[in-house]
């Protein structure tokens, strides 16, 4: 970037600014280029100077490299947990660092057996959902967790969306979470991202021969400038995969569910008319398929 495309750092705006602006200044002060400052780890320039913006937050081991190489006496390594805990707001601790990949993610793709992906929800969706996994909650904890899952899905509105596909399990369209009204109007939402082309959904019929991956949601993020991550979850627990070779694995199994689910042309005409049925106060019916099919 030349230097007249600097843009200075507003440290006031969040946690991550703060430090962020802070590291720059010791960097800039120990007269070290981006480059000179992550020699040695095993991050780029790209991802100190997202760091550097307040727009990632800093791995622990990173932040030893560099109190290491700065002299910092073990500063930016104790400010990880302030700035984790800022970026991770109304997000259980084990999904805000997939919040927040998801905003640099080129392509994200889905498999939901179990509810309509967050991302796809509506707030009557959301608000079920929650009530269905945690029906003690405090509400106004509730209600800070649902906003925060649907803000999430400002990021379908930017220039630079990711590419998000969905395969839907058959049961999250015909066996409803809600009443017929407000479930019409869930898959009335996910129908109108499809056609305004930010999203791409499929149903698997119920009978798909893909058993193997019926009780595993997860979701697959690619990034432009980093390595794709895979993340499982439970109702009340989640993992991230890093390893390659099993990304290169889910990555496959996802192909494979993918080349089994209707395709998205005949699944969006399914979910209108399920949408419709339910308008009308009829069950949607399952798609008869072979088993082989």
């Known amino acids: 970037m030349g230097q007249g495309k600097r843009k200075d750092i507003d440290g006031s705006q969040s946690v991550p600014c703060f430090y962020g602006k802070e590291l720059r200044f010791q960097r800039e002060k120990a007269g070290l280029s981006m480059a000179q400052l992550v020699e040695g780890s095993f991050y780029g320039t790209s991802y100190l100077s997202e760091i550097e913006r307040g727009q990632r937050r800093m791995p622990v081991d990173l932040a030893r490299h560099v109190d290491q190489t700065l002299g910092t006496d073990?500063?930016?390594?104790?400010?990880?947990?302030?700035?984790?805990?800022a970026k991770q707001g109304a997000h259980a601790s084990y999904f805000a660092p997939i919040a927040e990949a998801e905003t640099r993610a080129q392509a994200i793709d889905v498999w939901a057996n179990a509810l309509i992906p967050g991302l796809l929800q509506t707030e009557a969706y959301g608000r079920a959902?929650?009530?269905?996994?945690?029906p003690f909650a405090r509400s106004d904890e509730a209600e800070a967790k649902l906003q925060a899952r649907l803000s999430r899905a400002a990021l379908f509105d930017g220039p630079e969306r990711p590419e998000y596909w969905a395969v839907l399990h058959e049961s999250l369209?015909?066996?409803p979470l809600l009443p017929p009204t407000e479930m019409a109007e869930q898959l009335d939402h996910i129908v109108a991202l499809a056609e305004q082309w930010r999203v791409a959904p499929q149903v698997l019929p119920w009978n798909s021969g893909t058993r193997s991956l019926l009780l595993l949601p997860f979701m697959l993020l690619e990034f432009n400038d980093e390595p794709a991550l895979v993340y499982t979850e439970g109702p009340y627990h989640?993992?991230?995969?890093?390893?390659?070779?099993?990304?290169?694995?889910?990555?496959?199994?996802?192909?494979?569910?993918?080349?089994?689910?209707?395709s998205p042309e005949a699944s969006l005409a399914l979910i209108k008319q399920a949408a419709e049925d339910y308008r009308h106060g009829k069950r949607p019916v399952l798609v008869e398929r072979s088993p082989l099919a």
């Open 238 to 262: 989640g993992q991230i995969v890093d390893d390659p070779a099993l990304v290169k694995r889910y990555r496959k199994a996802y192909d494979r569910l993918r080349a089994a689910a209707l």
């Open 74 to 85: 073990g500063y930016f390594e104790r400010c990880c947990e302030d700035v984790r805990r």
């Open 129 to 134: 959902a929650d009530r269905a996994s945690d």
């Open 173 to 175: 369209i015909c066996e």
